[in-house]
């Protein structure tokens, strides 16, 4: 389980750090590509399956779909806000649109749909 564990936040580290360069570098569309192409998903899904087999995989999947809209918002909120109040200011409020947005989303999923 711990060398599992190991490969896991290797495999992470390498996306996060191929974003940061590609970012670095003034290629953002390419960063921006390399960190949402379902490569980490990819990965989750199949380690999941490892783990938790085909039940484990589709609430992991729902689980995706129902924090779009939450994710959605706060890359929104960072765009329109960083040139404005600076990065920090930026990524905590569109951390809180995200947190916010996805308690609203759990509980609206919980409570109407089941």
Known sequence: MILRLAIYFVLGGAIVASATYFASVGRGFMAAFVAT???????????????????GVIAYA????YFLPAWLSYALAIVLTVEKIGLVKSLVLGLVVFLVLSL???LVVKNWLG
């Open 104 to 106: 609203a989303t759990r």
């Open 37 to 55: 192409v379902p490569t980490t998903s990819l990965i989750t899904f199949i380690f999941t399956h490892l783990e938790a087999g085909d039940a």
């Open 62 to 65: 729902k689980g995706l779909l």
